[in-house]
């Protein structure tokens, strides 16, 4: 998620060293949440925008937005006046936003980050940049599988009801020690590392002959 539209702090950016920026560094665990509800405000300007800047690929964007409009704001203006229906879009706005952070930030929040010099192989940018989170089945559907989000980098085509089914997945991480890739909603942020030598089992996932597997364990 980001604020772009109006201010954002990251490594590189032109507020990191500013103090504003560094201010803003200070009270961010207590203005990202705030900040979160009204991320449909960069949602809808992303939208705007990209009409204009990419016409090509948003024909089907320029009768759904105004529809958008007409159906959830001008309509309900008309029947129930326009201060009921501009607080009820409002806060429907809001109340979604927040329910998109809790579904993407757990997730993400915390974890690696790779400068664009860096250069690692495909499983390990996906498997270190992204965790897993521990939630009853249930649950399942508010997350839309992004609860199984290692799975959700590697395999996307994959119907999301089939993720947790395959969370074997992060035995495979534990195995090739991609570390600190699964269920840790707080804490430093994940690492791997290479093995030091040893016989290499075959099978695809890198691990040592000397080394217990449970991915080889388990046939996946």
């Given at each position: 998620m980001h604020f772009g539209v109006l201010f954002s702090v990251?490594?590189?950016?032109?507020s990191w060293h500013t103090p504003l920026g560094r201010f803003f560094l200070r009270i961010q665990k207590w203005a990202f949440w705030p900040l979160s509800a009204f991320y449909w405000v960069t949602l809808r300007y992303d939208g705007i925008r990209d009409l204009f800047q990419q016409p090509e690929k948003t024909k089907l964007d320029r009768f759904l937005m105004p529809l958008h409009?007409?159906?959830l704001l001008i309509v309900p203006g008309l029947v129930?006046?326009?201060p009921t229906a501009l607080l009820a879009y409002v806060s429907v706005s809001c109340l979604s936003s927040l329910m998109t952070a809790s579904v993407f930030i757990p997730n993400h929040i915390g974890m690696r980050r790779f400068e664009a010099a860096h250069q690692v192989s495909y499983?390990?940018?996906?498997?270190t940049t992204s965790r897993n989170i521990s939630n009853?089945?249930?649950l399942d559907f508010y997350y839309g599988g992004l609860n199984s989000q290692i799975e959700?980098?590697?395999?996307p085509r994959v119907?999301?009801?089939?993720y947790r089914a395959m969370r074997p997945t992060a035995s495979i991480c534990a195995c090739c020690r991609f570390t600190d890739c699964v269920r840790r909603p707080h804490g430093p942020a994940a690492c791997s590392h290479r093995h030091g030598g040893g016989r290499r089992v075959p099978g695809g996932c890198g691990c040592r002959a000397d080394r217990a597997?449970?991915?080889h364990a388990s046939g996946v």
């Open positions: 990251y490594p590189g950016s032109d409009w007409i159906v129930f006046g326009w499983l390990e940018q996906q498997v009853p089945a249930v959700h980098h590697l395999f119907a999301h009801d089939r597997c449970p991915a």
